[in-house]
């Protein structure tokens, strides 16, 4: 791929999905690009990136979702679901008891294994059995890992990185191959195909946000827009968890990271006034 | 250093098992069939047990059902590891004593994983 056809597809990526790819990144972009030039018929991708030019919405979005990745597995990076469970879950518990309502969204959910971890840990808690409404929304750019999330279906390999035995027998159906997550875990999880960059507007005010290996795939602007617009809809006293060894150091002023606990973020309080430094 | 005693009567198996699991810095031991390794149990107990359920002599499960009725007070980690993947063999070996279950085929990655689920990595 010559420099020129890198850069305008690099310009058309960052314009729609916010990814931010670099030059190092051009036999990754390759290798990628040719199941899509095989699905749309192109024999190079010279070919593909001329046809990009004329707005072709479907073999944009296509190249949109070959570039990201979609690794994951069941309760990945232990820390952080031990975080929400033993101090964002407990305070919460506390601070919507009167309401009894519990608003979660999963920024990137790939095929559906940090939303169901989320919903395993929530069911330990039998929340709903005690009256609680609980809701789950979980979104990702890529509609073939929507699909994927929402049938549920996990092969024999996704389903032992991660999960104990005895959670997938507690928590799975064998279906052939491969193991079936259980309906009353499905029915907390709403999916829909999103993109971080359009408006947050049709989500609630929420409770706790996950948003783990994404912002890295952004330029500096895109994760402040992006932090910024989830401190929109982040309540007062909700919390932010991204990867443990993701840091927001510099990216903005918005969240306060919780002490002893990397990746964990509450929103910053507003300095009053009168205790701002003078001078 | 930890032990572990990799119980198979297919030789491949154990060999490609104990190499994994010298990566991950266990010290590995190898029985062919169940009655092998309660002898070697009686020698030294490991500290996890890598267990297959189908075997000549004494299978996986009676293997674990005589470990477990003639320990006491050491207790080691077991963990199937078998083609043997319906839930009525893995609730069988649950009640029987296995603290974890992985289905074969499986990879250094499920195993390691595994191993971190029981706490031993």
Same mark, same amino acid.
Request: aromatic share 8%; net charge negative.
């Given at each position: 791929m010559s420099e020129q056809d890198f850069a305008y597809l690099a310009d058309v990526i960052r314009r729609r999905s916010g990814i931010a790819l670099t030059e190092k990144k051009t036999q990754l972009v390759e290798n990628r690009l040719v199941p899509v030039m095989r699905r749309f018929g192109f024999k190079t991708a010279a070919a593909l990136l001329k046809e990009l030019q004329y707005g072709h919405e479907a073999l944009i979005q296509a190249v949109i979702e070959a570039m990201t990745t979609n690794d994951s597995s069941f309760f990945r990076d232990r820390k952080t679901f031990e975080e929400f469970r033993d101090i964002v879950l407990p305070r919460l518990l506390v601070d919507r008891a009167a309401t009894r309502t519990l608003r979660l969204w999963c920024t990137a959910c790939s095929a559906g294994q940090e939303p169901y971890s989320i919903a395993m840990i929530l069911d330990d808690f039998n929340l709903v059995a005690q009256g609680w409404s609980v809701s789950i929304f979980a979104t990702d750019?890529?509609?073939?890992?929507?699909?994927?999330a929402q049938d549920g279906l996990y092969s024999q390999f996704e389903v032992q990185r991660g999960l104990s035995i005895r959670r997938l027998v507690a928590n799975f159906s064998q279906e052939g191959e491969g193991w079936r997550i259980a309906d009353h875990l499905r029915r907390m999880v709403s999916y829909r195909t999103f993109n971080?960059?359009?408006?947050?507007?049709?989500?609630?005010?929420?409770?706790?946000?996950?948003?783990?290996n994404v912002l890295m795939y952004f330029d500096h602007k895109t994760r402040l827009?992006?932090?910024?617009?989830?401190?929109?809809?982040?309540?007062?006293?909700?919390?932010?968890?991204?990867?443990?060894?993701?840091?927001?150091?510099?990216?903005?002023?918005?969240?306060?990271?919780?002490?002893?606990?990397?990746?964990?973020?509450?929103?910053?309080?507003?300095v009053p006034l009168r205790r701002r430094a003078v001078g | 250093m930890k032990t572990c005693l990799v119980v198979d009567d297919s030789r491949v198996i154990r060999k490609v098992a104990c190499r994994i699991l010298q990566d991950l810095a266990f010290e590995t031991d190898e029985a062919e069939n169940g009655a092998a390794a309660l002898m070697a149990c009686r020698r %030294?107990?490991?500290? *996890?047990?890598?267990?297959?359920?189908?075997?000549?002599?004494?299978?996986?499960?009676?293997?674990?059902?005589?470990?477990?009725?003639?320990?006491?007070?050491? %207790?080691?980690?077991? *963990?199937f590891c078998t083609t043997e993947n319906d839930v009525a063999n893995i609730t069988e070996a649950l009640g029987a004593g296995a603290d974890e279950y992985i289905m074969k085929p499986y990879d250094r990655g499920i195993l390691e994983a595994k191993l971190a689920e029981v706490g031993l990595i």
């Open positions: 750019i890529n509609s073939e890992m929507i699909a994927r971080l960059l359009d408006s947050y507007g049709w989500l609630p005010d929420l409770d706790v946000v996950f948003c783990r827009s992006v932090l910024d617009r989830i401190g929109d809809i982040l309540a007062v006293d909700g919390a932010l968890l991204v990867g443990p060894a993701e840091s927001m150091g510099g990216y903005t002023t918005g969240y306060a990271a919780a002490e002893g606990a990397p990746g964990l973020y509450y929103k910053a309080k507003p | %030294h107990m490991p500290d *996890v047990i890598l267990l297959d359920w189908n075997m000549p002599q004494m299978s996986g499960i009676e293997f674990l059902r005589a470990l477990r009725s003639e320990t006491s007070g050491n %207790h080691p980690v077991v *963990v």
